[in-house]
């Protein structure tokens, strides 16, 4: 990791823009297609909810030719009452009907709670056993500068402390591998799961749980402290939010530019991936491929940005020569590629183009996860774009997969479905004329 370069020192290779102009993709690679299916489609007591609807759904992906869906298996609902008591009857439900129709399966082991938007009535916490753990040790989960506890996700600072009724927190995540991986053997053996994801921060994502404001890190205040940094006597107050943009000067003004802090967070999370990779490396050996989920922290891409929530002081470099050690891939996730109003601030394509050419420069494969609903032709052009650059730079690279997400009554609809079938067409190289489509009853 020591040669490991900065990700500005890629920045000449890359193109300012993304051009999203009709293209043929005939001929270009196949890249396939997964759906993410709702959190909502294994209830909190491990059920398969409305199995009926869910086979009437899944058809109609497989009749608009995708590869196969994107499962998260919750830590929450499996192990949710009992240590290593472990419940998985939706799952194996869900994974025969998958089977049945062909659809091959990425699996997303989630160790963070899922909390929906407005609109969507579905929660699933941490492990009902980690919450009464909680309440007597609240430095089991990250806190704010009030002391304000974080639940999504348990902090990386007892990934070796045996908290956890006598285990570790890394102890408790690789058993749960080991439990998935003996119950779910023969889908593995028959090629019907093709990818395990490993989930490692908040949203399943690698990074620190809050992304909306500043955030206090106690274990990296000790480290300060044994270093003989007196600075550190607490978190700083200035650490900015990603509400606007921010600075390294306006980051650790008081800090000395903040240089600990980002080099100690940035260490302190590839730490907690190096860790966990390796675990999950030791569980599922050749079963598949491992992947991690990373998503892009727009404001880092100026050249005097800071990090901010993310935790990746010296860009994503060291997460890259890491991913390479392990052969995992590394799953990007994108968001605001059409949020022309936040583009003289946030450069979220400048950004994507550089991860890419980090990435690829050092042989680690990408995927690619929408963030933000996609149903119409710019926003499915922009994808391809992303996922088959044109670029002379990127011939024959592309994405080794895009995760679609995801699975709703919107994309159902019949406009939206064509313009997704088309969208899926081209992501498989093949050719799209209109009188390919398949016709859909209204």
């Not at 402390?161 to 058993?175: E, F, I, K, N, S």
């Not at 399943?204 to 955030?215: F, K, T, V």
């Amino acid at each position: 990791m020591s040669g490991a370069r900065s990700l500005f020192e890629y920045r000449t290779h890359v193109p300012d823009y993304i051009d999203t102009d009709e293209r043929d993709f005939s001929d270009t690679p196949h890249v396939p297609v997964y759906v993410v299916l709702p959190p909502g489609v294994i209830n909190i007591e491990c059920e398969l909810v409305d199995d009926e609807r869910l086979l009437s759904q899944l058809k109609t992906l497989k009749s608009v030719n995708v590869d196969g869906v994107s499962v998260d298996i919750w830590w929450g609902i499996v192990e949710a009452n009992k240590p290593q008591k472990y419940k998985w009857r939706g799952y194996k439900k869900l994974f025969r009907m998958l089977l049945a129709l062909d659809l091959k399966i990425q699996v997303f082991m989630s160790f963070h709670e899922f909390r929906g938007d407005d609109d969507e009535d579905v929660e699933i916490p941490l492990p009902k056993w980690i919450k009464e753990i909680g309440k007597e040790n609240r430095d089991i989960y990250f806190r704010d500068i009030h002391g304000k506890q974080n639940l999504e996700c348990l902090t990386w600072g007892i990934d070796d402390q045996p908290v956890l009724r006598g285990r570790t927190a890394l102890q408790v995540y690789t058993d749960f591998m080991r439990s998935f991986r003996s119950k779910f053997d023969k889908f593995f053996q028959s090629g019907g799961i093709t990818d395990i994801q490993i989930g490692l921060g908040a949203f399943g994502e690698l990074r620190y749980p809050a992304n909306h404001g500043r955030s206090e890190y106690p274990s990296g205040i000790q480290a300060a402290k044994e270093n003989g940094d007196l600075s550190w006597s607490k978190p700083p107050d200035n650490a900015g939010s990603c509400s606007r943009e921010i600075t390294r000067d306006d980051f650790g003004s008081k800090y000395g530019g903040g240089g600990f802090l980002e080099k100690w967070c940035s260490k302190y999370l590839i730490d907690h991936a190096n860790k966990l990779l390796s675990m999950a490396q030791s569980v599922f050996e050749e079963a598949g491929y491992l992947s991690v989920k990373v998503s892009g922290m727009h404001w880092w891409v100026k050249p005097n940005s800071s990090p901010a929530d993310a935790g990746f002081g010296d860009g994503y470099a060291p997460l890259i020569s890491m991913l390479r050690e392990y052969h995992a891939s590394l799953n990007f996730t994108f968001g605001e590629l059409r949020t022309l109003a936040l583009q003289e601030i946030f450069h979220p394509e400048m950004l994507v183009s550089e991860i890419l050419n980090a990435a690829w420069d050092d042989c680690v494969e990408v995927a690619g996860e929408n963030t933000l609903p996609c149903y119409d032709r710019e926003g499915y052009n922009k994808i391809l774009e992303l996922a088959k650059p044109r670029n002379l730079r990127f011939k024959h690279r592309s994405f080794t997969a895009l995760t679609y997400n995801r699975l709703n009554e919107a994309l159902l609809e019949q406009h939206n479905l064509k313009e997704f079938q088309l969208f899926v067409k081209r992501m498989h190289g093949e050719e799209a004329a209109m009188e390919n489509w398949i016709e859909f009853d209204s």
